[in-house]
């Protein structure tokens, strides 16, 4: 079973690094997935910008024009929680802090996935109720909503408590 993941391997980490080399390679990791998920809240953030000066955006009734604000604002919040490890490595870069520091980006990054999730729901609902009048749109947007929480979030948890010892 010695090369089975998890099993015969009497460390708890599994690797042989210094509490240096961990932060370091968790940091680049986490730098990593940080490039996915800020380049698809940058993009998406940077449409919806563009929307409100649409002439169709003018025609909207009062309930859209509040989802698109509450989308704006996801999407807004979104991006600075993914931009600020980039800001939060800036100003610790030297202290000696690396592993606080990628516990503080991890939570920044984790909040921004949150957020972003928020940001897709919502941007999904506005644009499904402008495209359809539809009863079936808000059922539509559940179950993709649920589908995002199952890919990014029930499956991760699942192989984690599946396949971890816990730490």
Known sequence: MADDPGHGDDRTDGRDETEAERADR?????????????TGVQILLGFLLTVVFTPHFQG?????????????????????????????????????????????????VFTGLVLLLATLASALLLVLRVATDDPYVPWLVTAVLAWYLVCWFALPLWARSRYTRGD
């Open 60 to 108: 909207l009734g009062t309930t859209d024009k509040t989802i698109y604000i509450v989308t704006v604002v996801l999407g807004s919040l979104a991006t600075g929680a993914l931009i600020g490890p980039v800001s939060f490595h800036r100003i610790v870069a030297g202290r000696r802090i690396k592993p606080h520091a990628v516990v503080w980006a991890s939570r920044l």
């Open 26 to 38: 968790r940091w680049t990791e986490l730098m990593q997935e940080i490039r996915v998920a800020q």
